[in-house]
């Protein structure tokens, strides 16, 4: 066996586990409603994290480049009430501009 | 209504998934210059089917790392998933056979996608979409990736691509910050994932983030002591116990700052039990 397969099959089994650990073992289960509303909260910190990672993260470091522009613009898009293809072409464009000129 | 929110939650996935075409050529050119085979490549994005975690395994093997290099830096970016398992297992109830299938699509996509909704139905259809749609795509993409493409990272670049993300991203996560609790938490997550990202490996800031729904706790403890201190400005709450005050700003200056925006916060509680 390859090493590539040997890391494809444990990575796999290993991110399946922890995916399916919630579902599995929680399952439809009620948890406690002060719990229960940390975990409602957990989706917007998990994402906002998402946002920040995705627009500055480079590895493990930032850099910080065109694509900041392209999330500003998305923002004012979306304060705009544009629809959400709009905003994310939107931020598209305005990067590949700022790289075209830059 | 509901009609509504499903076809805009279809519009979502949809669009998820095409933000996310041009990642998974890079994927499947990754993959070609790591060596792997075809199937290797196609293993990863659905069995492991998490764009970080197979970057990084590829990369890691790709750059001449070990089997166990390779594995650790992939797991470390799923880990996140243990989180989304826990928000996403109200919605995902039913038989096992169902949990079992449906726990393959939990990606950051169809989180996000899923969580624009508060109903357990809803939640599931908007999981399974943005899971699905991405899951079809990012194979396809794999593939032609793999076979057709022998650099797509200039492309990415040039077209400006690589803002569709965060951008897809921040418009999932809008809707969340009209209300206060909700924005005070996505603001903790955000300054987390900033200040870790240089100092920790990929795939800790995110998880890290999670601890951002703490700050919820400031808003539960403070409301009942604003009302008897509304006249209070934000700066004024320990005039007698400024060294107190100044610890917490260089220990900790998010925390301050949140605290300081709440009239009626714990420490003024505290004082007056001086």
Same mark, same amino acid.
């Given at each position: ?6 890391? +494809? /099959?444990?990575? *796999?089994?290993?991110?399946? &586990? ?9 399952? !439809?289960? #009620? =948890? ?8 409602? +909260? /957990?989706?917007? *910190?998990?994402?906002?994290? &998402? ?9 493990? !470091?930032? #850099? =910080? ?31 590949? =501009? ?5 | ?274």
């Amino acid at each position: 066996m390859s090493d590539a397969t040997l890391t +494809l /099959l444990i990575v *796999a089994a290993g991110t399946y &586990l922890f995916k399916a650990a919630g579902p599995l073992v929680l399952g !439809g289960r #009620t =948890l406690p409603p002060g719990l229960n509303r940390l975990i409602e +909260l /957990l989706p917007g *910190a998990l994402i906002a994290a &998402l946002v920040v990672v995705s627009s500055i993260g480079d590895g493990q !470091g930032i #850099t =910080l480049d065109a694509r900041l522009v392209g999330v500003a613009v998305a923002a004012i898009a979306l304060w705009k009430k544009l629809p959400f293809v709009v905003v994310v072409v939107l931020a598209c464009i305005a990067t590949a =501009l700022v790289r075209a000129l830059g | 209504m509901t009609v509504d929110a499903k076809t805009q939650m279809r519009r979502q996935a949809i669009s998820i998934s095409l933000a996310l075409v041009p990642f998974g050529i890079v994927f499947g050119v990754a993959s070609a210059e790591a060596d792997l085979t075809l199937w290797e490549a196609i293993g990863f994005s659905s069995l492991v089917f998490t764009g970080g975690t197979q970057f990084a395994a590829v990369e890691t093997l790709g750059d001449g790392g070990a089997v166990a290099a390779a594995v650790s830096a992939g797991l470390l970016l799923s880990l996140r998933s243990l989180a989304y398992g826990v928000i996403m297992a109200p919605a995902l109830a039913g038989p096992l056979w169902r949990r079992v299938l449906d726990s393959q699509l939990m990606i950051d996509e169809s989180i996000a996608v899923a969580t624009t909704q508060k109903d357990h139905g809803l939640r599931r259809f908007g999981y399974l979409w943005g899971g699905g749609s991405v899951f079809v795509g990012w194979n396809l993409m794999t593939i032609i990736g793999f076979l057709v493409f022998s650099s797509a990272g200039d492309l990415v670049r040039d077209l400006g691509l690589d803002a569709a993300i965060p951008a897809a991203f921040l418009a999932l996560l809008w809707p969340r910050l009209a209300e206060p609790v909700p924005r005070a938490c996505a603001a903790a997550g955000a300054l987390i994932a900033a200040v870790l990202l240089p100092l920790t490996p990929p795939g800790i800031p995110i998880l890290a983030a999670g601890f951002g729904v703490l700050v919820a706790r400031w808003f539960d403890g403070g409301d009942s002591a604003a009302v008897d201190g509304p006249t209070h400005g934000p700066n004024d709450g320990d005039p007698d116990a400024p060294d107190r005050t100044q610890g917490a700003e260089q220990t900790a200056p998010p925390e301050q700052t949140a605290r300081s925006e709440r009239p009626g916060r714990p420490e003024r509680m505290e004082h007056n039990d001086e």
